[in-house]
């Protein structure tokens, strides 16, 4: 081969290997949109090479928003939905991925650290609920007003009556409180941060807000017209507003107004540290409250609701056994029900507990009721304080003003066998016939039923007895086959204390012999649930539809001229009407294994 044949080779070869190299740079350096994948509402995905020769190309993101050039960019999609992210080198496309948005829970939007949270998990198919049920309780024009006055609130409701623009409706609204920090942080999940904040700055800017500063970043320090100061900020796609507590001046008499007024003009310092907050919320990385393993746990154990409620102890609030409490609130027609569960490391009773005797046979209707059911040692730990605490001490001090020592208080609760019973009736015709006969104030009229167990009645019986001689009250004492009785007046009502070897029983008020008597307990547990009035369990109820209907009842009241029953009956009708219109009121709480579960349930009548 000739030297300008081999040249001919030499340069043909160079010329291939450069293309062939050339080539295969562009190939092993193709933008990358990484696999098909979820993410969340709000939370910032990145896109592109690192590489430092990573090729700079058009980003669409397929959600609307402007196409973005660069070989690494980050991009936070607004709402959920399932988009086609492209790169683009012109019109064709190098590289794409499907990416499925779902909303970001609020649980993970909120540090982990928290100490309390209440919070509606998502605002769709959950504001309706608890607004027509405060709305109900309270009254539309009053609960718009108050609602009005929080920020994120107005901005939720104006957004709820049409489509939503700012908000995002599949995520949630809270608020929470950390630790070190004398305030609470609300937080609402938006689709459009910067409209949202505008709107919340309007807002507070016409209640007479102003600004303080802006950050490059976007929060933003307002100052209100007590001086107090406010911070508002987002991070991946939620709106915080951070609300220290303004402190205020105890005390009264003259010069304590002005005081007070003075220190809430002054407000909070300008200087207070609000940004610490912010930064503590944007700096965490895991999933926030959502995996904390105590709240995890306690999740378990109770059903959704539209309202979730969490707390736990944190310094020197930490209760010795207590670790947390969970609880969903729920809502329907005219109704509302709380359901929770304390987390506890000492047992809080249960089954070992006695059952409450009274409720098996006593007279029927009660407007109120309330049963303690506990094992002994639990309940003179909570009536009396734990030995040795504080409480014990102020009990044993207050039992010996009355002439017990502390011999005779260690007696007294022995004598506790661990169940007490409480029922209250309505006397609606004593309660008219005092009113327009008698002293002509409307002063309750009715009875008051107690029962607690006993293991033997002569500590009591002292405790009683010095009692009533310590506040020089006079009574008597009968004793006879049946057991003793005391008879006083208390409050201008008879009052009989009796005692048995196995039970102390109270009746103060009216008689309640003409009242028909059956199984009240089983009437309750049929009308309440299963759960309640029963051993293990501390449950009380309360009445307010009885109440109304036994006052409208009485057609005639001797010595009560049947006009005058008339007039007040409409009267005490009217003034009733004036009051929240809550039928019934039911509370339960039963310990368990681990520890205890809790009811509440809230009953409204028509208005």
Partial sequence: MTSSARARVVTATLL????????????????EAGEDRTVEAGVPVTFGSAAADAPTVTWDFGDGSPRVQGTRVTHAFPRRGDYTVQALEGDASQASARLTVVPRPVLRAIPAEAEVAVFVPQLRDNVD?????????????????GLDAVPLLSLVLREATGEARLVDPEEGLGFFSLPDFEGSVVLLGVQDVQGARDAVVKELSARGASVVRQEPEGSVLLRRDNGALLLLFADRGYLYLVVPDVPTVEGSGEGAEEGRIQKTLAGPPVDMPLEPVRLRIQGFQDAGLSEQPLLVTMRQRVAAGNVLVYARPVGDDAAEGFQGAWAALRFQEGQAELEGWVESTQSLGGAEAPAPRLLEQAPLDPIAALTLSLPPETLTKLVFGAPGSEQRARMTRGLGAQGLDAASVDGLLGALRGDVSLLAYLDAAAFYRNFLTGSQKPEPRGSLLVQAGLVRSEPVLKWLTGVLESRRQPFQVVKDKAGTRLTTRLMNQPVEFSLTEDRLTVLGGEPLGLRPQGAVGAALRERFGAAGFESGHLTAMVDMGRVLSELQAPKDVPGVPPQQLSMVQTMAATLLEQLPPVDSLFLDFAAEPGGGRFRLRAALRSR
Wanted: charged share 20%; hydrophobic share 40%.
């Fill in 16 to 31: 291939v290997t450069a293309a062939l190299w050339g080539s295969g740079c562009r190939k092993g350096v193709r933008p």
């Fill in 129 to 145: 609920p608890v607004m027509g049920f405060v709305s109900r309780l309270l009254g539309e024009p009053q609960v718009m007003r």
